[in-house]
């Protein structure tokens, strides 16, 4: 075992501060990797503040790490020494229950080991602990490769936030022409606008704040949807092939639903609270579906990360030091942020 410097919190009510932490020793299996960024996701304040009430303390948060492998186990064949590698939301998983056989590791029947806050089953009576550290000891099945032609920072969130909009894009076989809304422009929103433009479908951002038009058109978006404008929600009814929700919090479902075409889908992928009530004819009408969806399996995540190579797509990042976390965490909460910090973590190890 080896005594580390890292960034958590030992309540929910108390700032992130400098904490000592336990890390394995590199197994046969494992991959050290030396962190150099690491994403914010707004689950990482979810967890830290306890708001799902499931937290462990200490948390230490962080699951949209990139760094460089600085020792491999004598069993690890994918990764050397110098790699750029990634590491996202999940550390392990059982290896043989059918999701896990299936590439998808998240959805995991016997419990996927998240890349923070989970059980550890290497150190006995500890939870994982996340980015916020200096370094990090993971199974290399659950190591990406990063592509070196794209800026490593701004890879960081494509680990959380890419993956939490591709997964859907791609489940659902979004194509070229398909006409396909993004509810809401944040850092899950952003990154659905890049994908689907990317992929070739015709790209409308639908949101509350006529001031967003601007960034959503330069994001990639062809159109703007302003939703609390009646007349114009009216003229795109039955219009969407698909729809990606990505609203953080319970919502009205009905103006949205009312958008899709007969037999399209709207996935959600922000909201984990209780969704207003809406009116099932909304969906029987039309033999809609509405759908959810959690991150994606490790092969996925690795295809999402070879189209960001292909294609150059990266997040839109403001780049912080490790002491401004608490700062960059009230600034999330306010949506002051264009649209993911990213922790420079040199400002942990200096």
Request: aromatic fraction near 6%; hydrophobic fraction near 35%; charge should be neutral.
């Amino acid at each position: 075992m080896r005594t580390i410097k890292a960034f958590g919190t030992t309540a929910a009510t108390e700032d992130l501060k400098p904490i000592d932490i336990v890390r394995r020793e590199v197994g046969k299996n494992d991959i050290k990797i030396d962190i150099t960024y690491c994403g914010v996701c707004h689950s990482d304040i979810h967890t830290a503040r306890n708001e799902w009430k499931n937290s462990k303390y200490p948390v230490v948060p962080g699951h949209e790490i990139i760094g460089r492998v600085v020792e491999v186990g004598n069993g690890v064949k994918k990764f050397k020494e110098g790699d750029l590698v990634g590491v996202g939301c999940l550390v392990d998983s059982c290896h043989h229950c059918p999701p896990c056989n299936n590439h998808l590791e998240q959805f995991c029947e016997n419990g996927a080991t998240f890349t923070y806050n989970s059980h550890d089953k290497y150190i006995k009576g500890q939870q994982t602990y996340g980015g916020y550290s200096t370094d990090v000891v993971v199974d290399e099945q659950f190591v990406l490769r990063i592509p070196n032609n794209i800026d490593p920072s701004a890879a960081a969130p494509l680990l959380c936030a890419g993956i939490t909009t591709w997964s859907p894009l791609r489940h659902w076989k979004v194509k070229k022409g398909d006409k396909v809304g993004v509810i809401g422009l944040g850092g899950l929103g952003h990154m659905g606008v890049k994908f689907a433009n990317a992929l070739g479908a015709k790209v409308v951002m639908i949101t509350t704040s006529p001031d967003k038009a601007k960034d959503a058109k330069a994001l990639g978006a062809h159109e703007v949807l302003i939703s609390k404008n009646k007349e114009d929600m009216a003229a795109h009814k039955n219009s969407f092939d698909f729809i990606l929700n990505t609203i953080p919090v319970g919502h009205e479902m009905d103006p949205y639903i009312a958008l899709l075409k007969i037999d399209a889908t709207m996935v959600l992928v922000g909201a984990v609270e209780n969704l207003k009530p809406f009116h099932g004819g909304g969906i029987i009408g039309g033999r809609k579906r509405i759908a959810g969806s959690l991150i994606g399996g490790i092969k996925e995540t690795q295809e999402m990360l070879d189209f960001c190579g292909d294609y150059n797509i990266v997040s839109d990042i403001e780049l912080i030091n490790i002491q401004d976390i608490n700062n960059a965490y009230e600034r999330v909460i306010n949506s002051d942020v264009k649209y993911r910090f990213v922790i420079d973590m040199k400002s942990l190890k200096d």
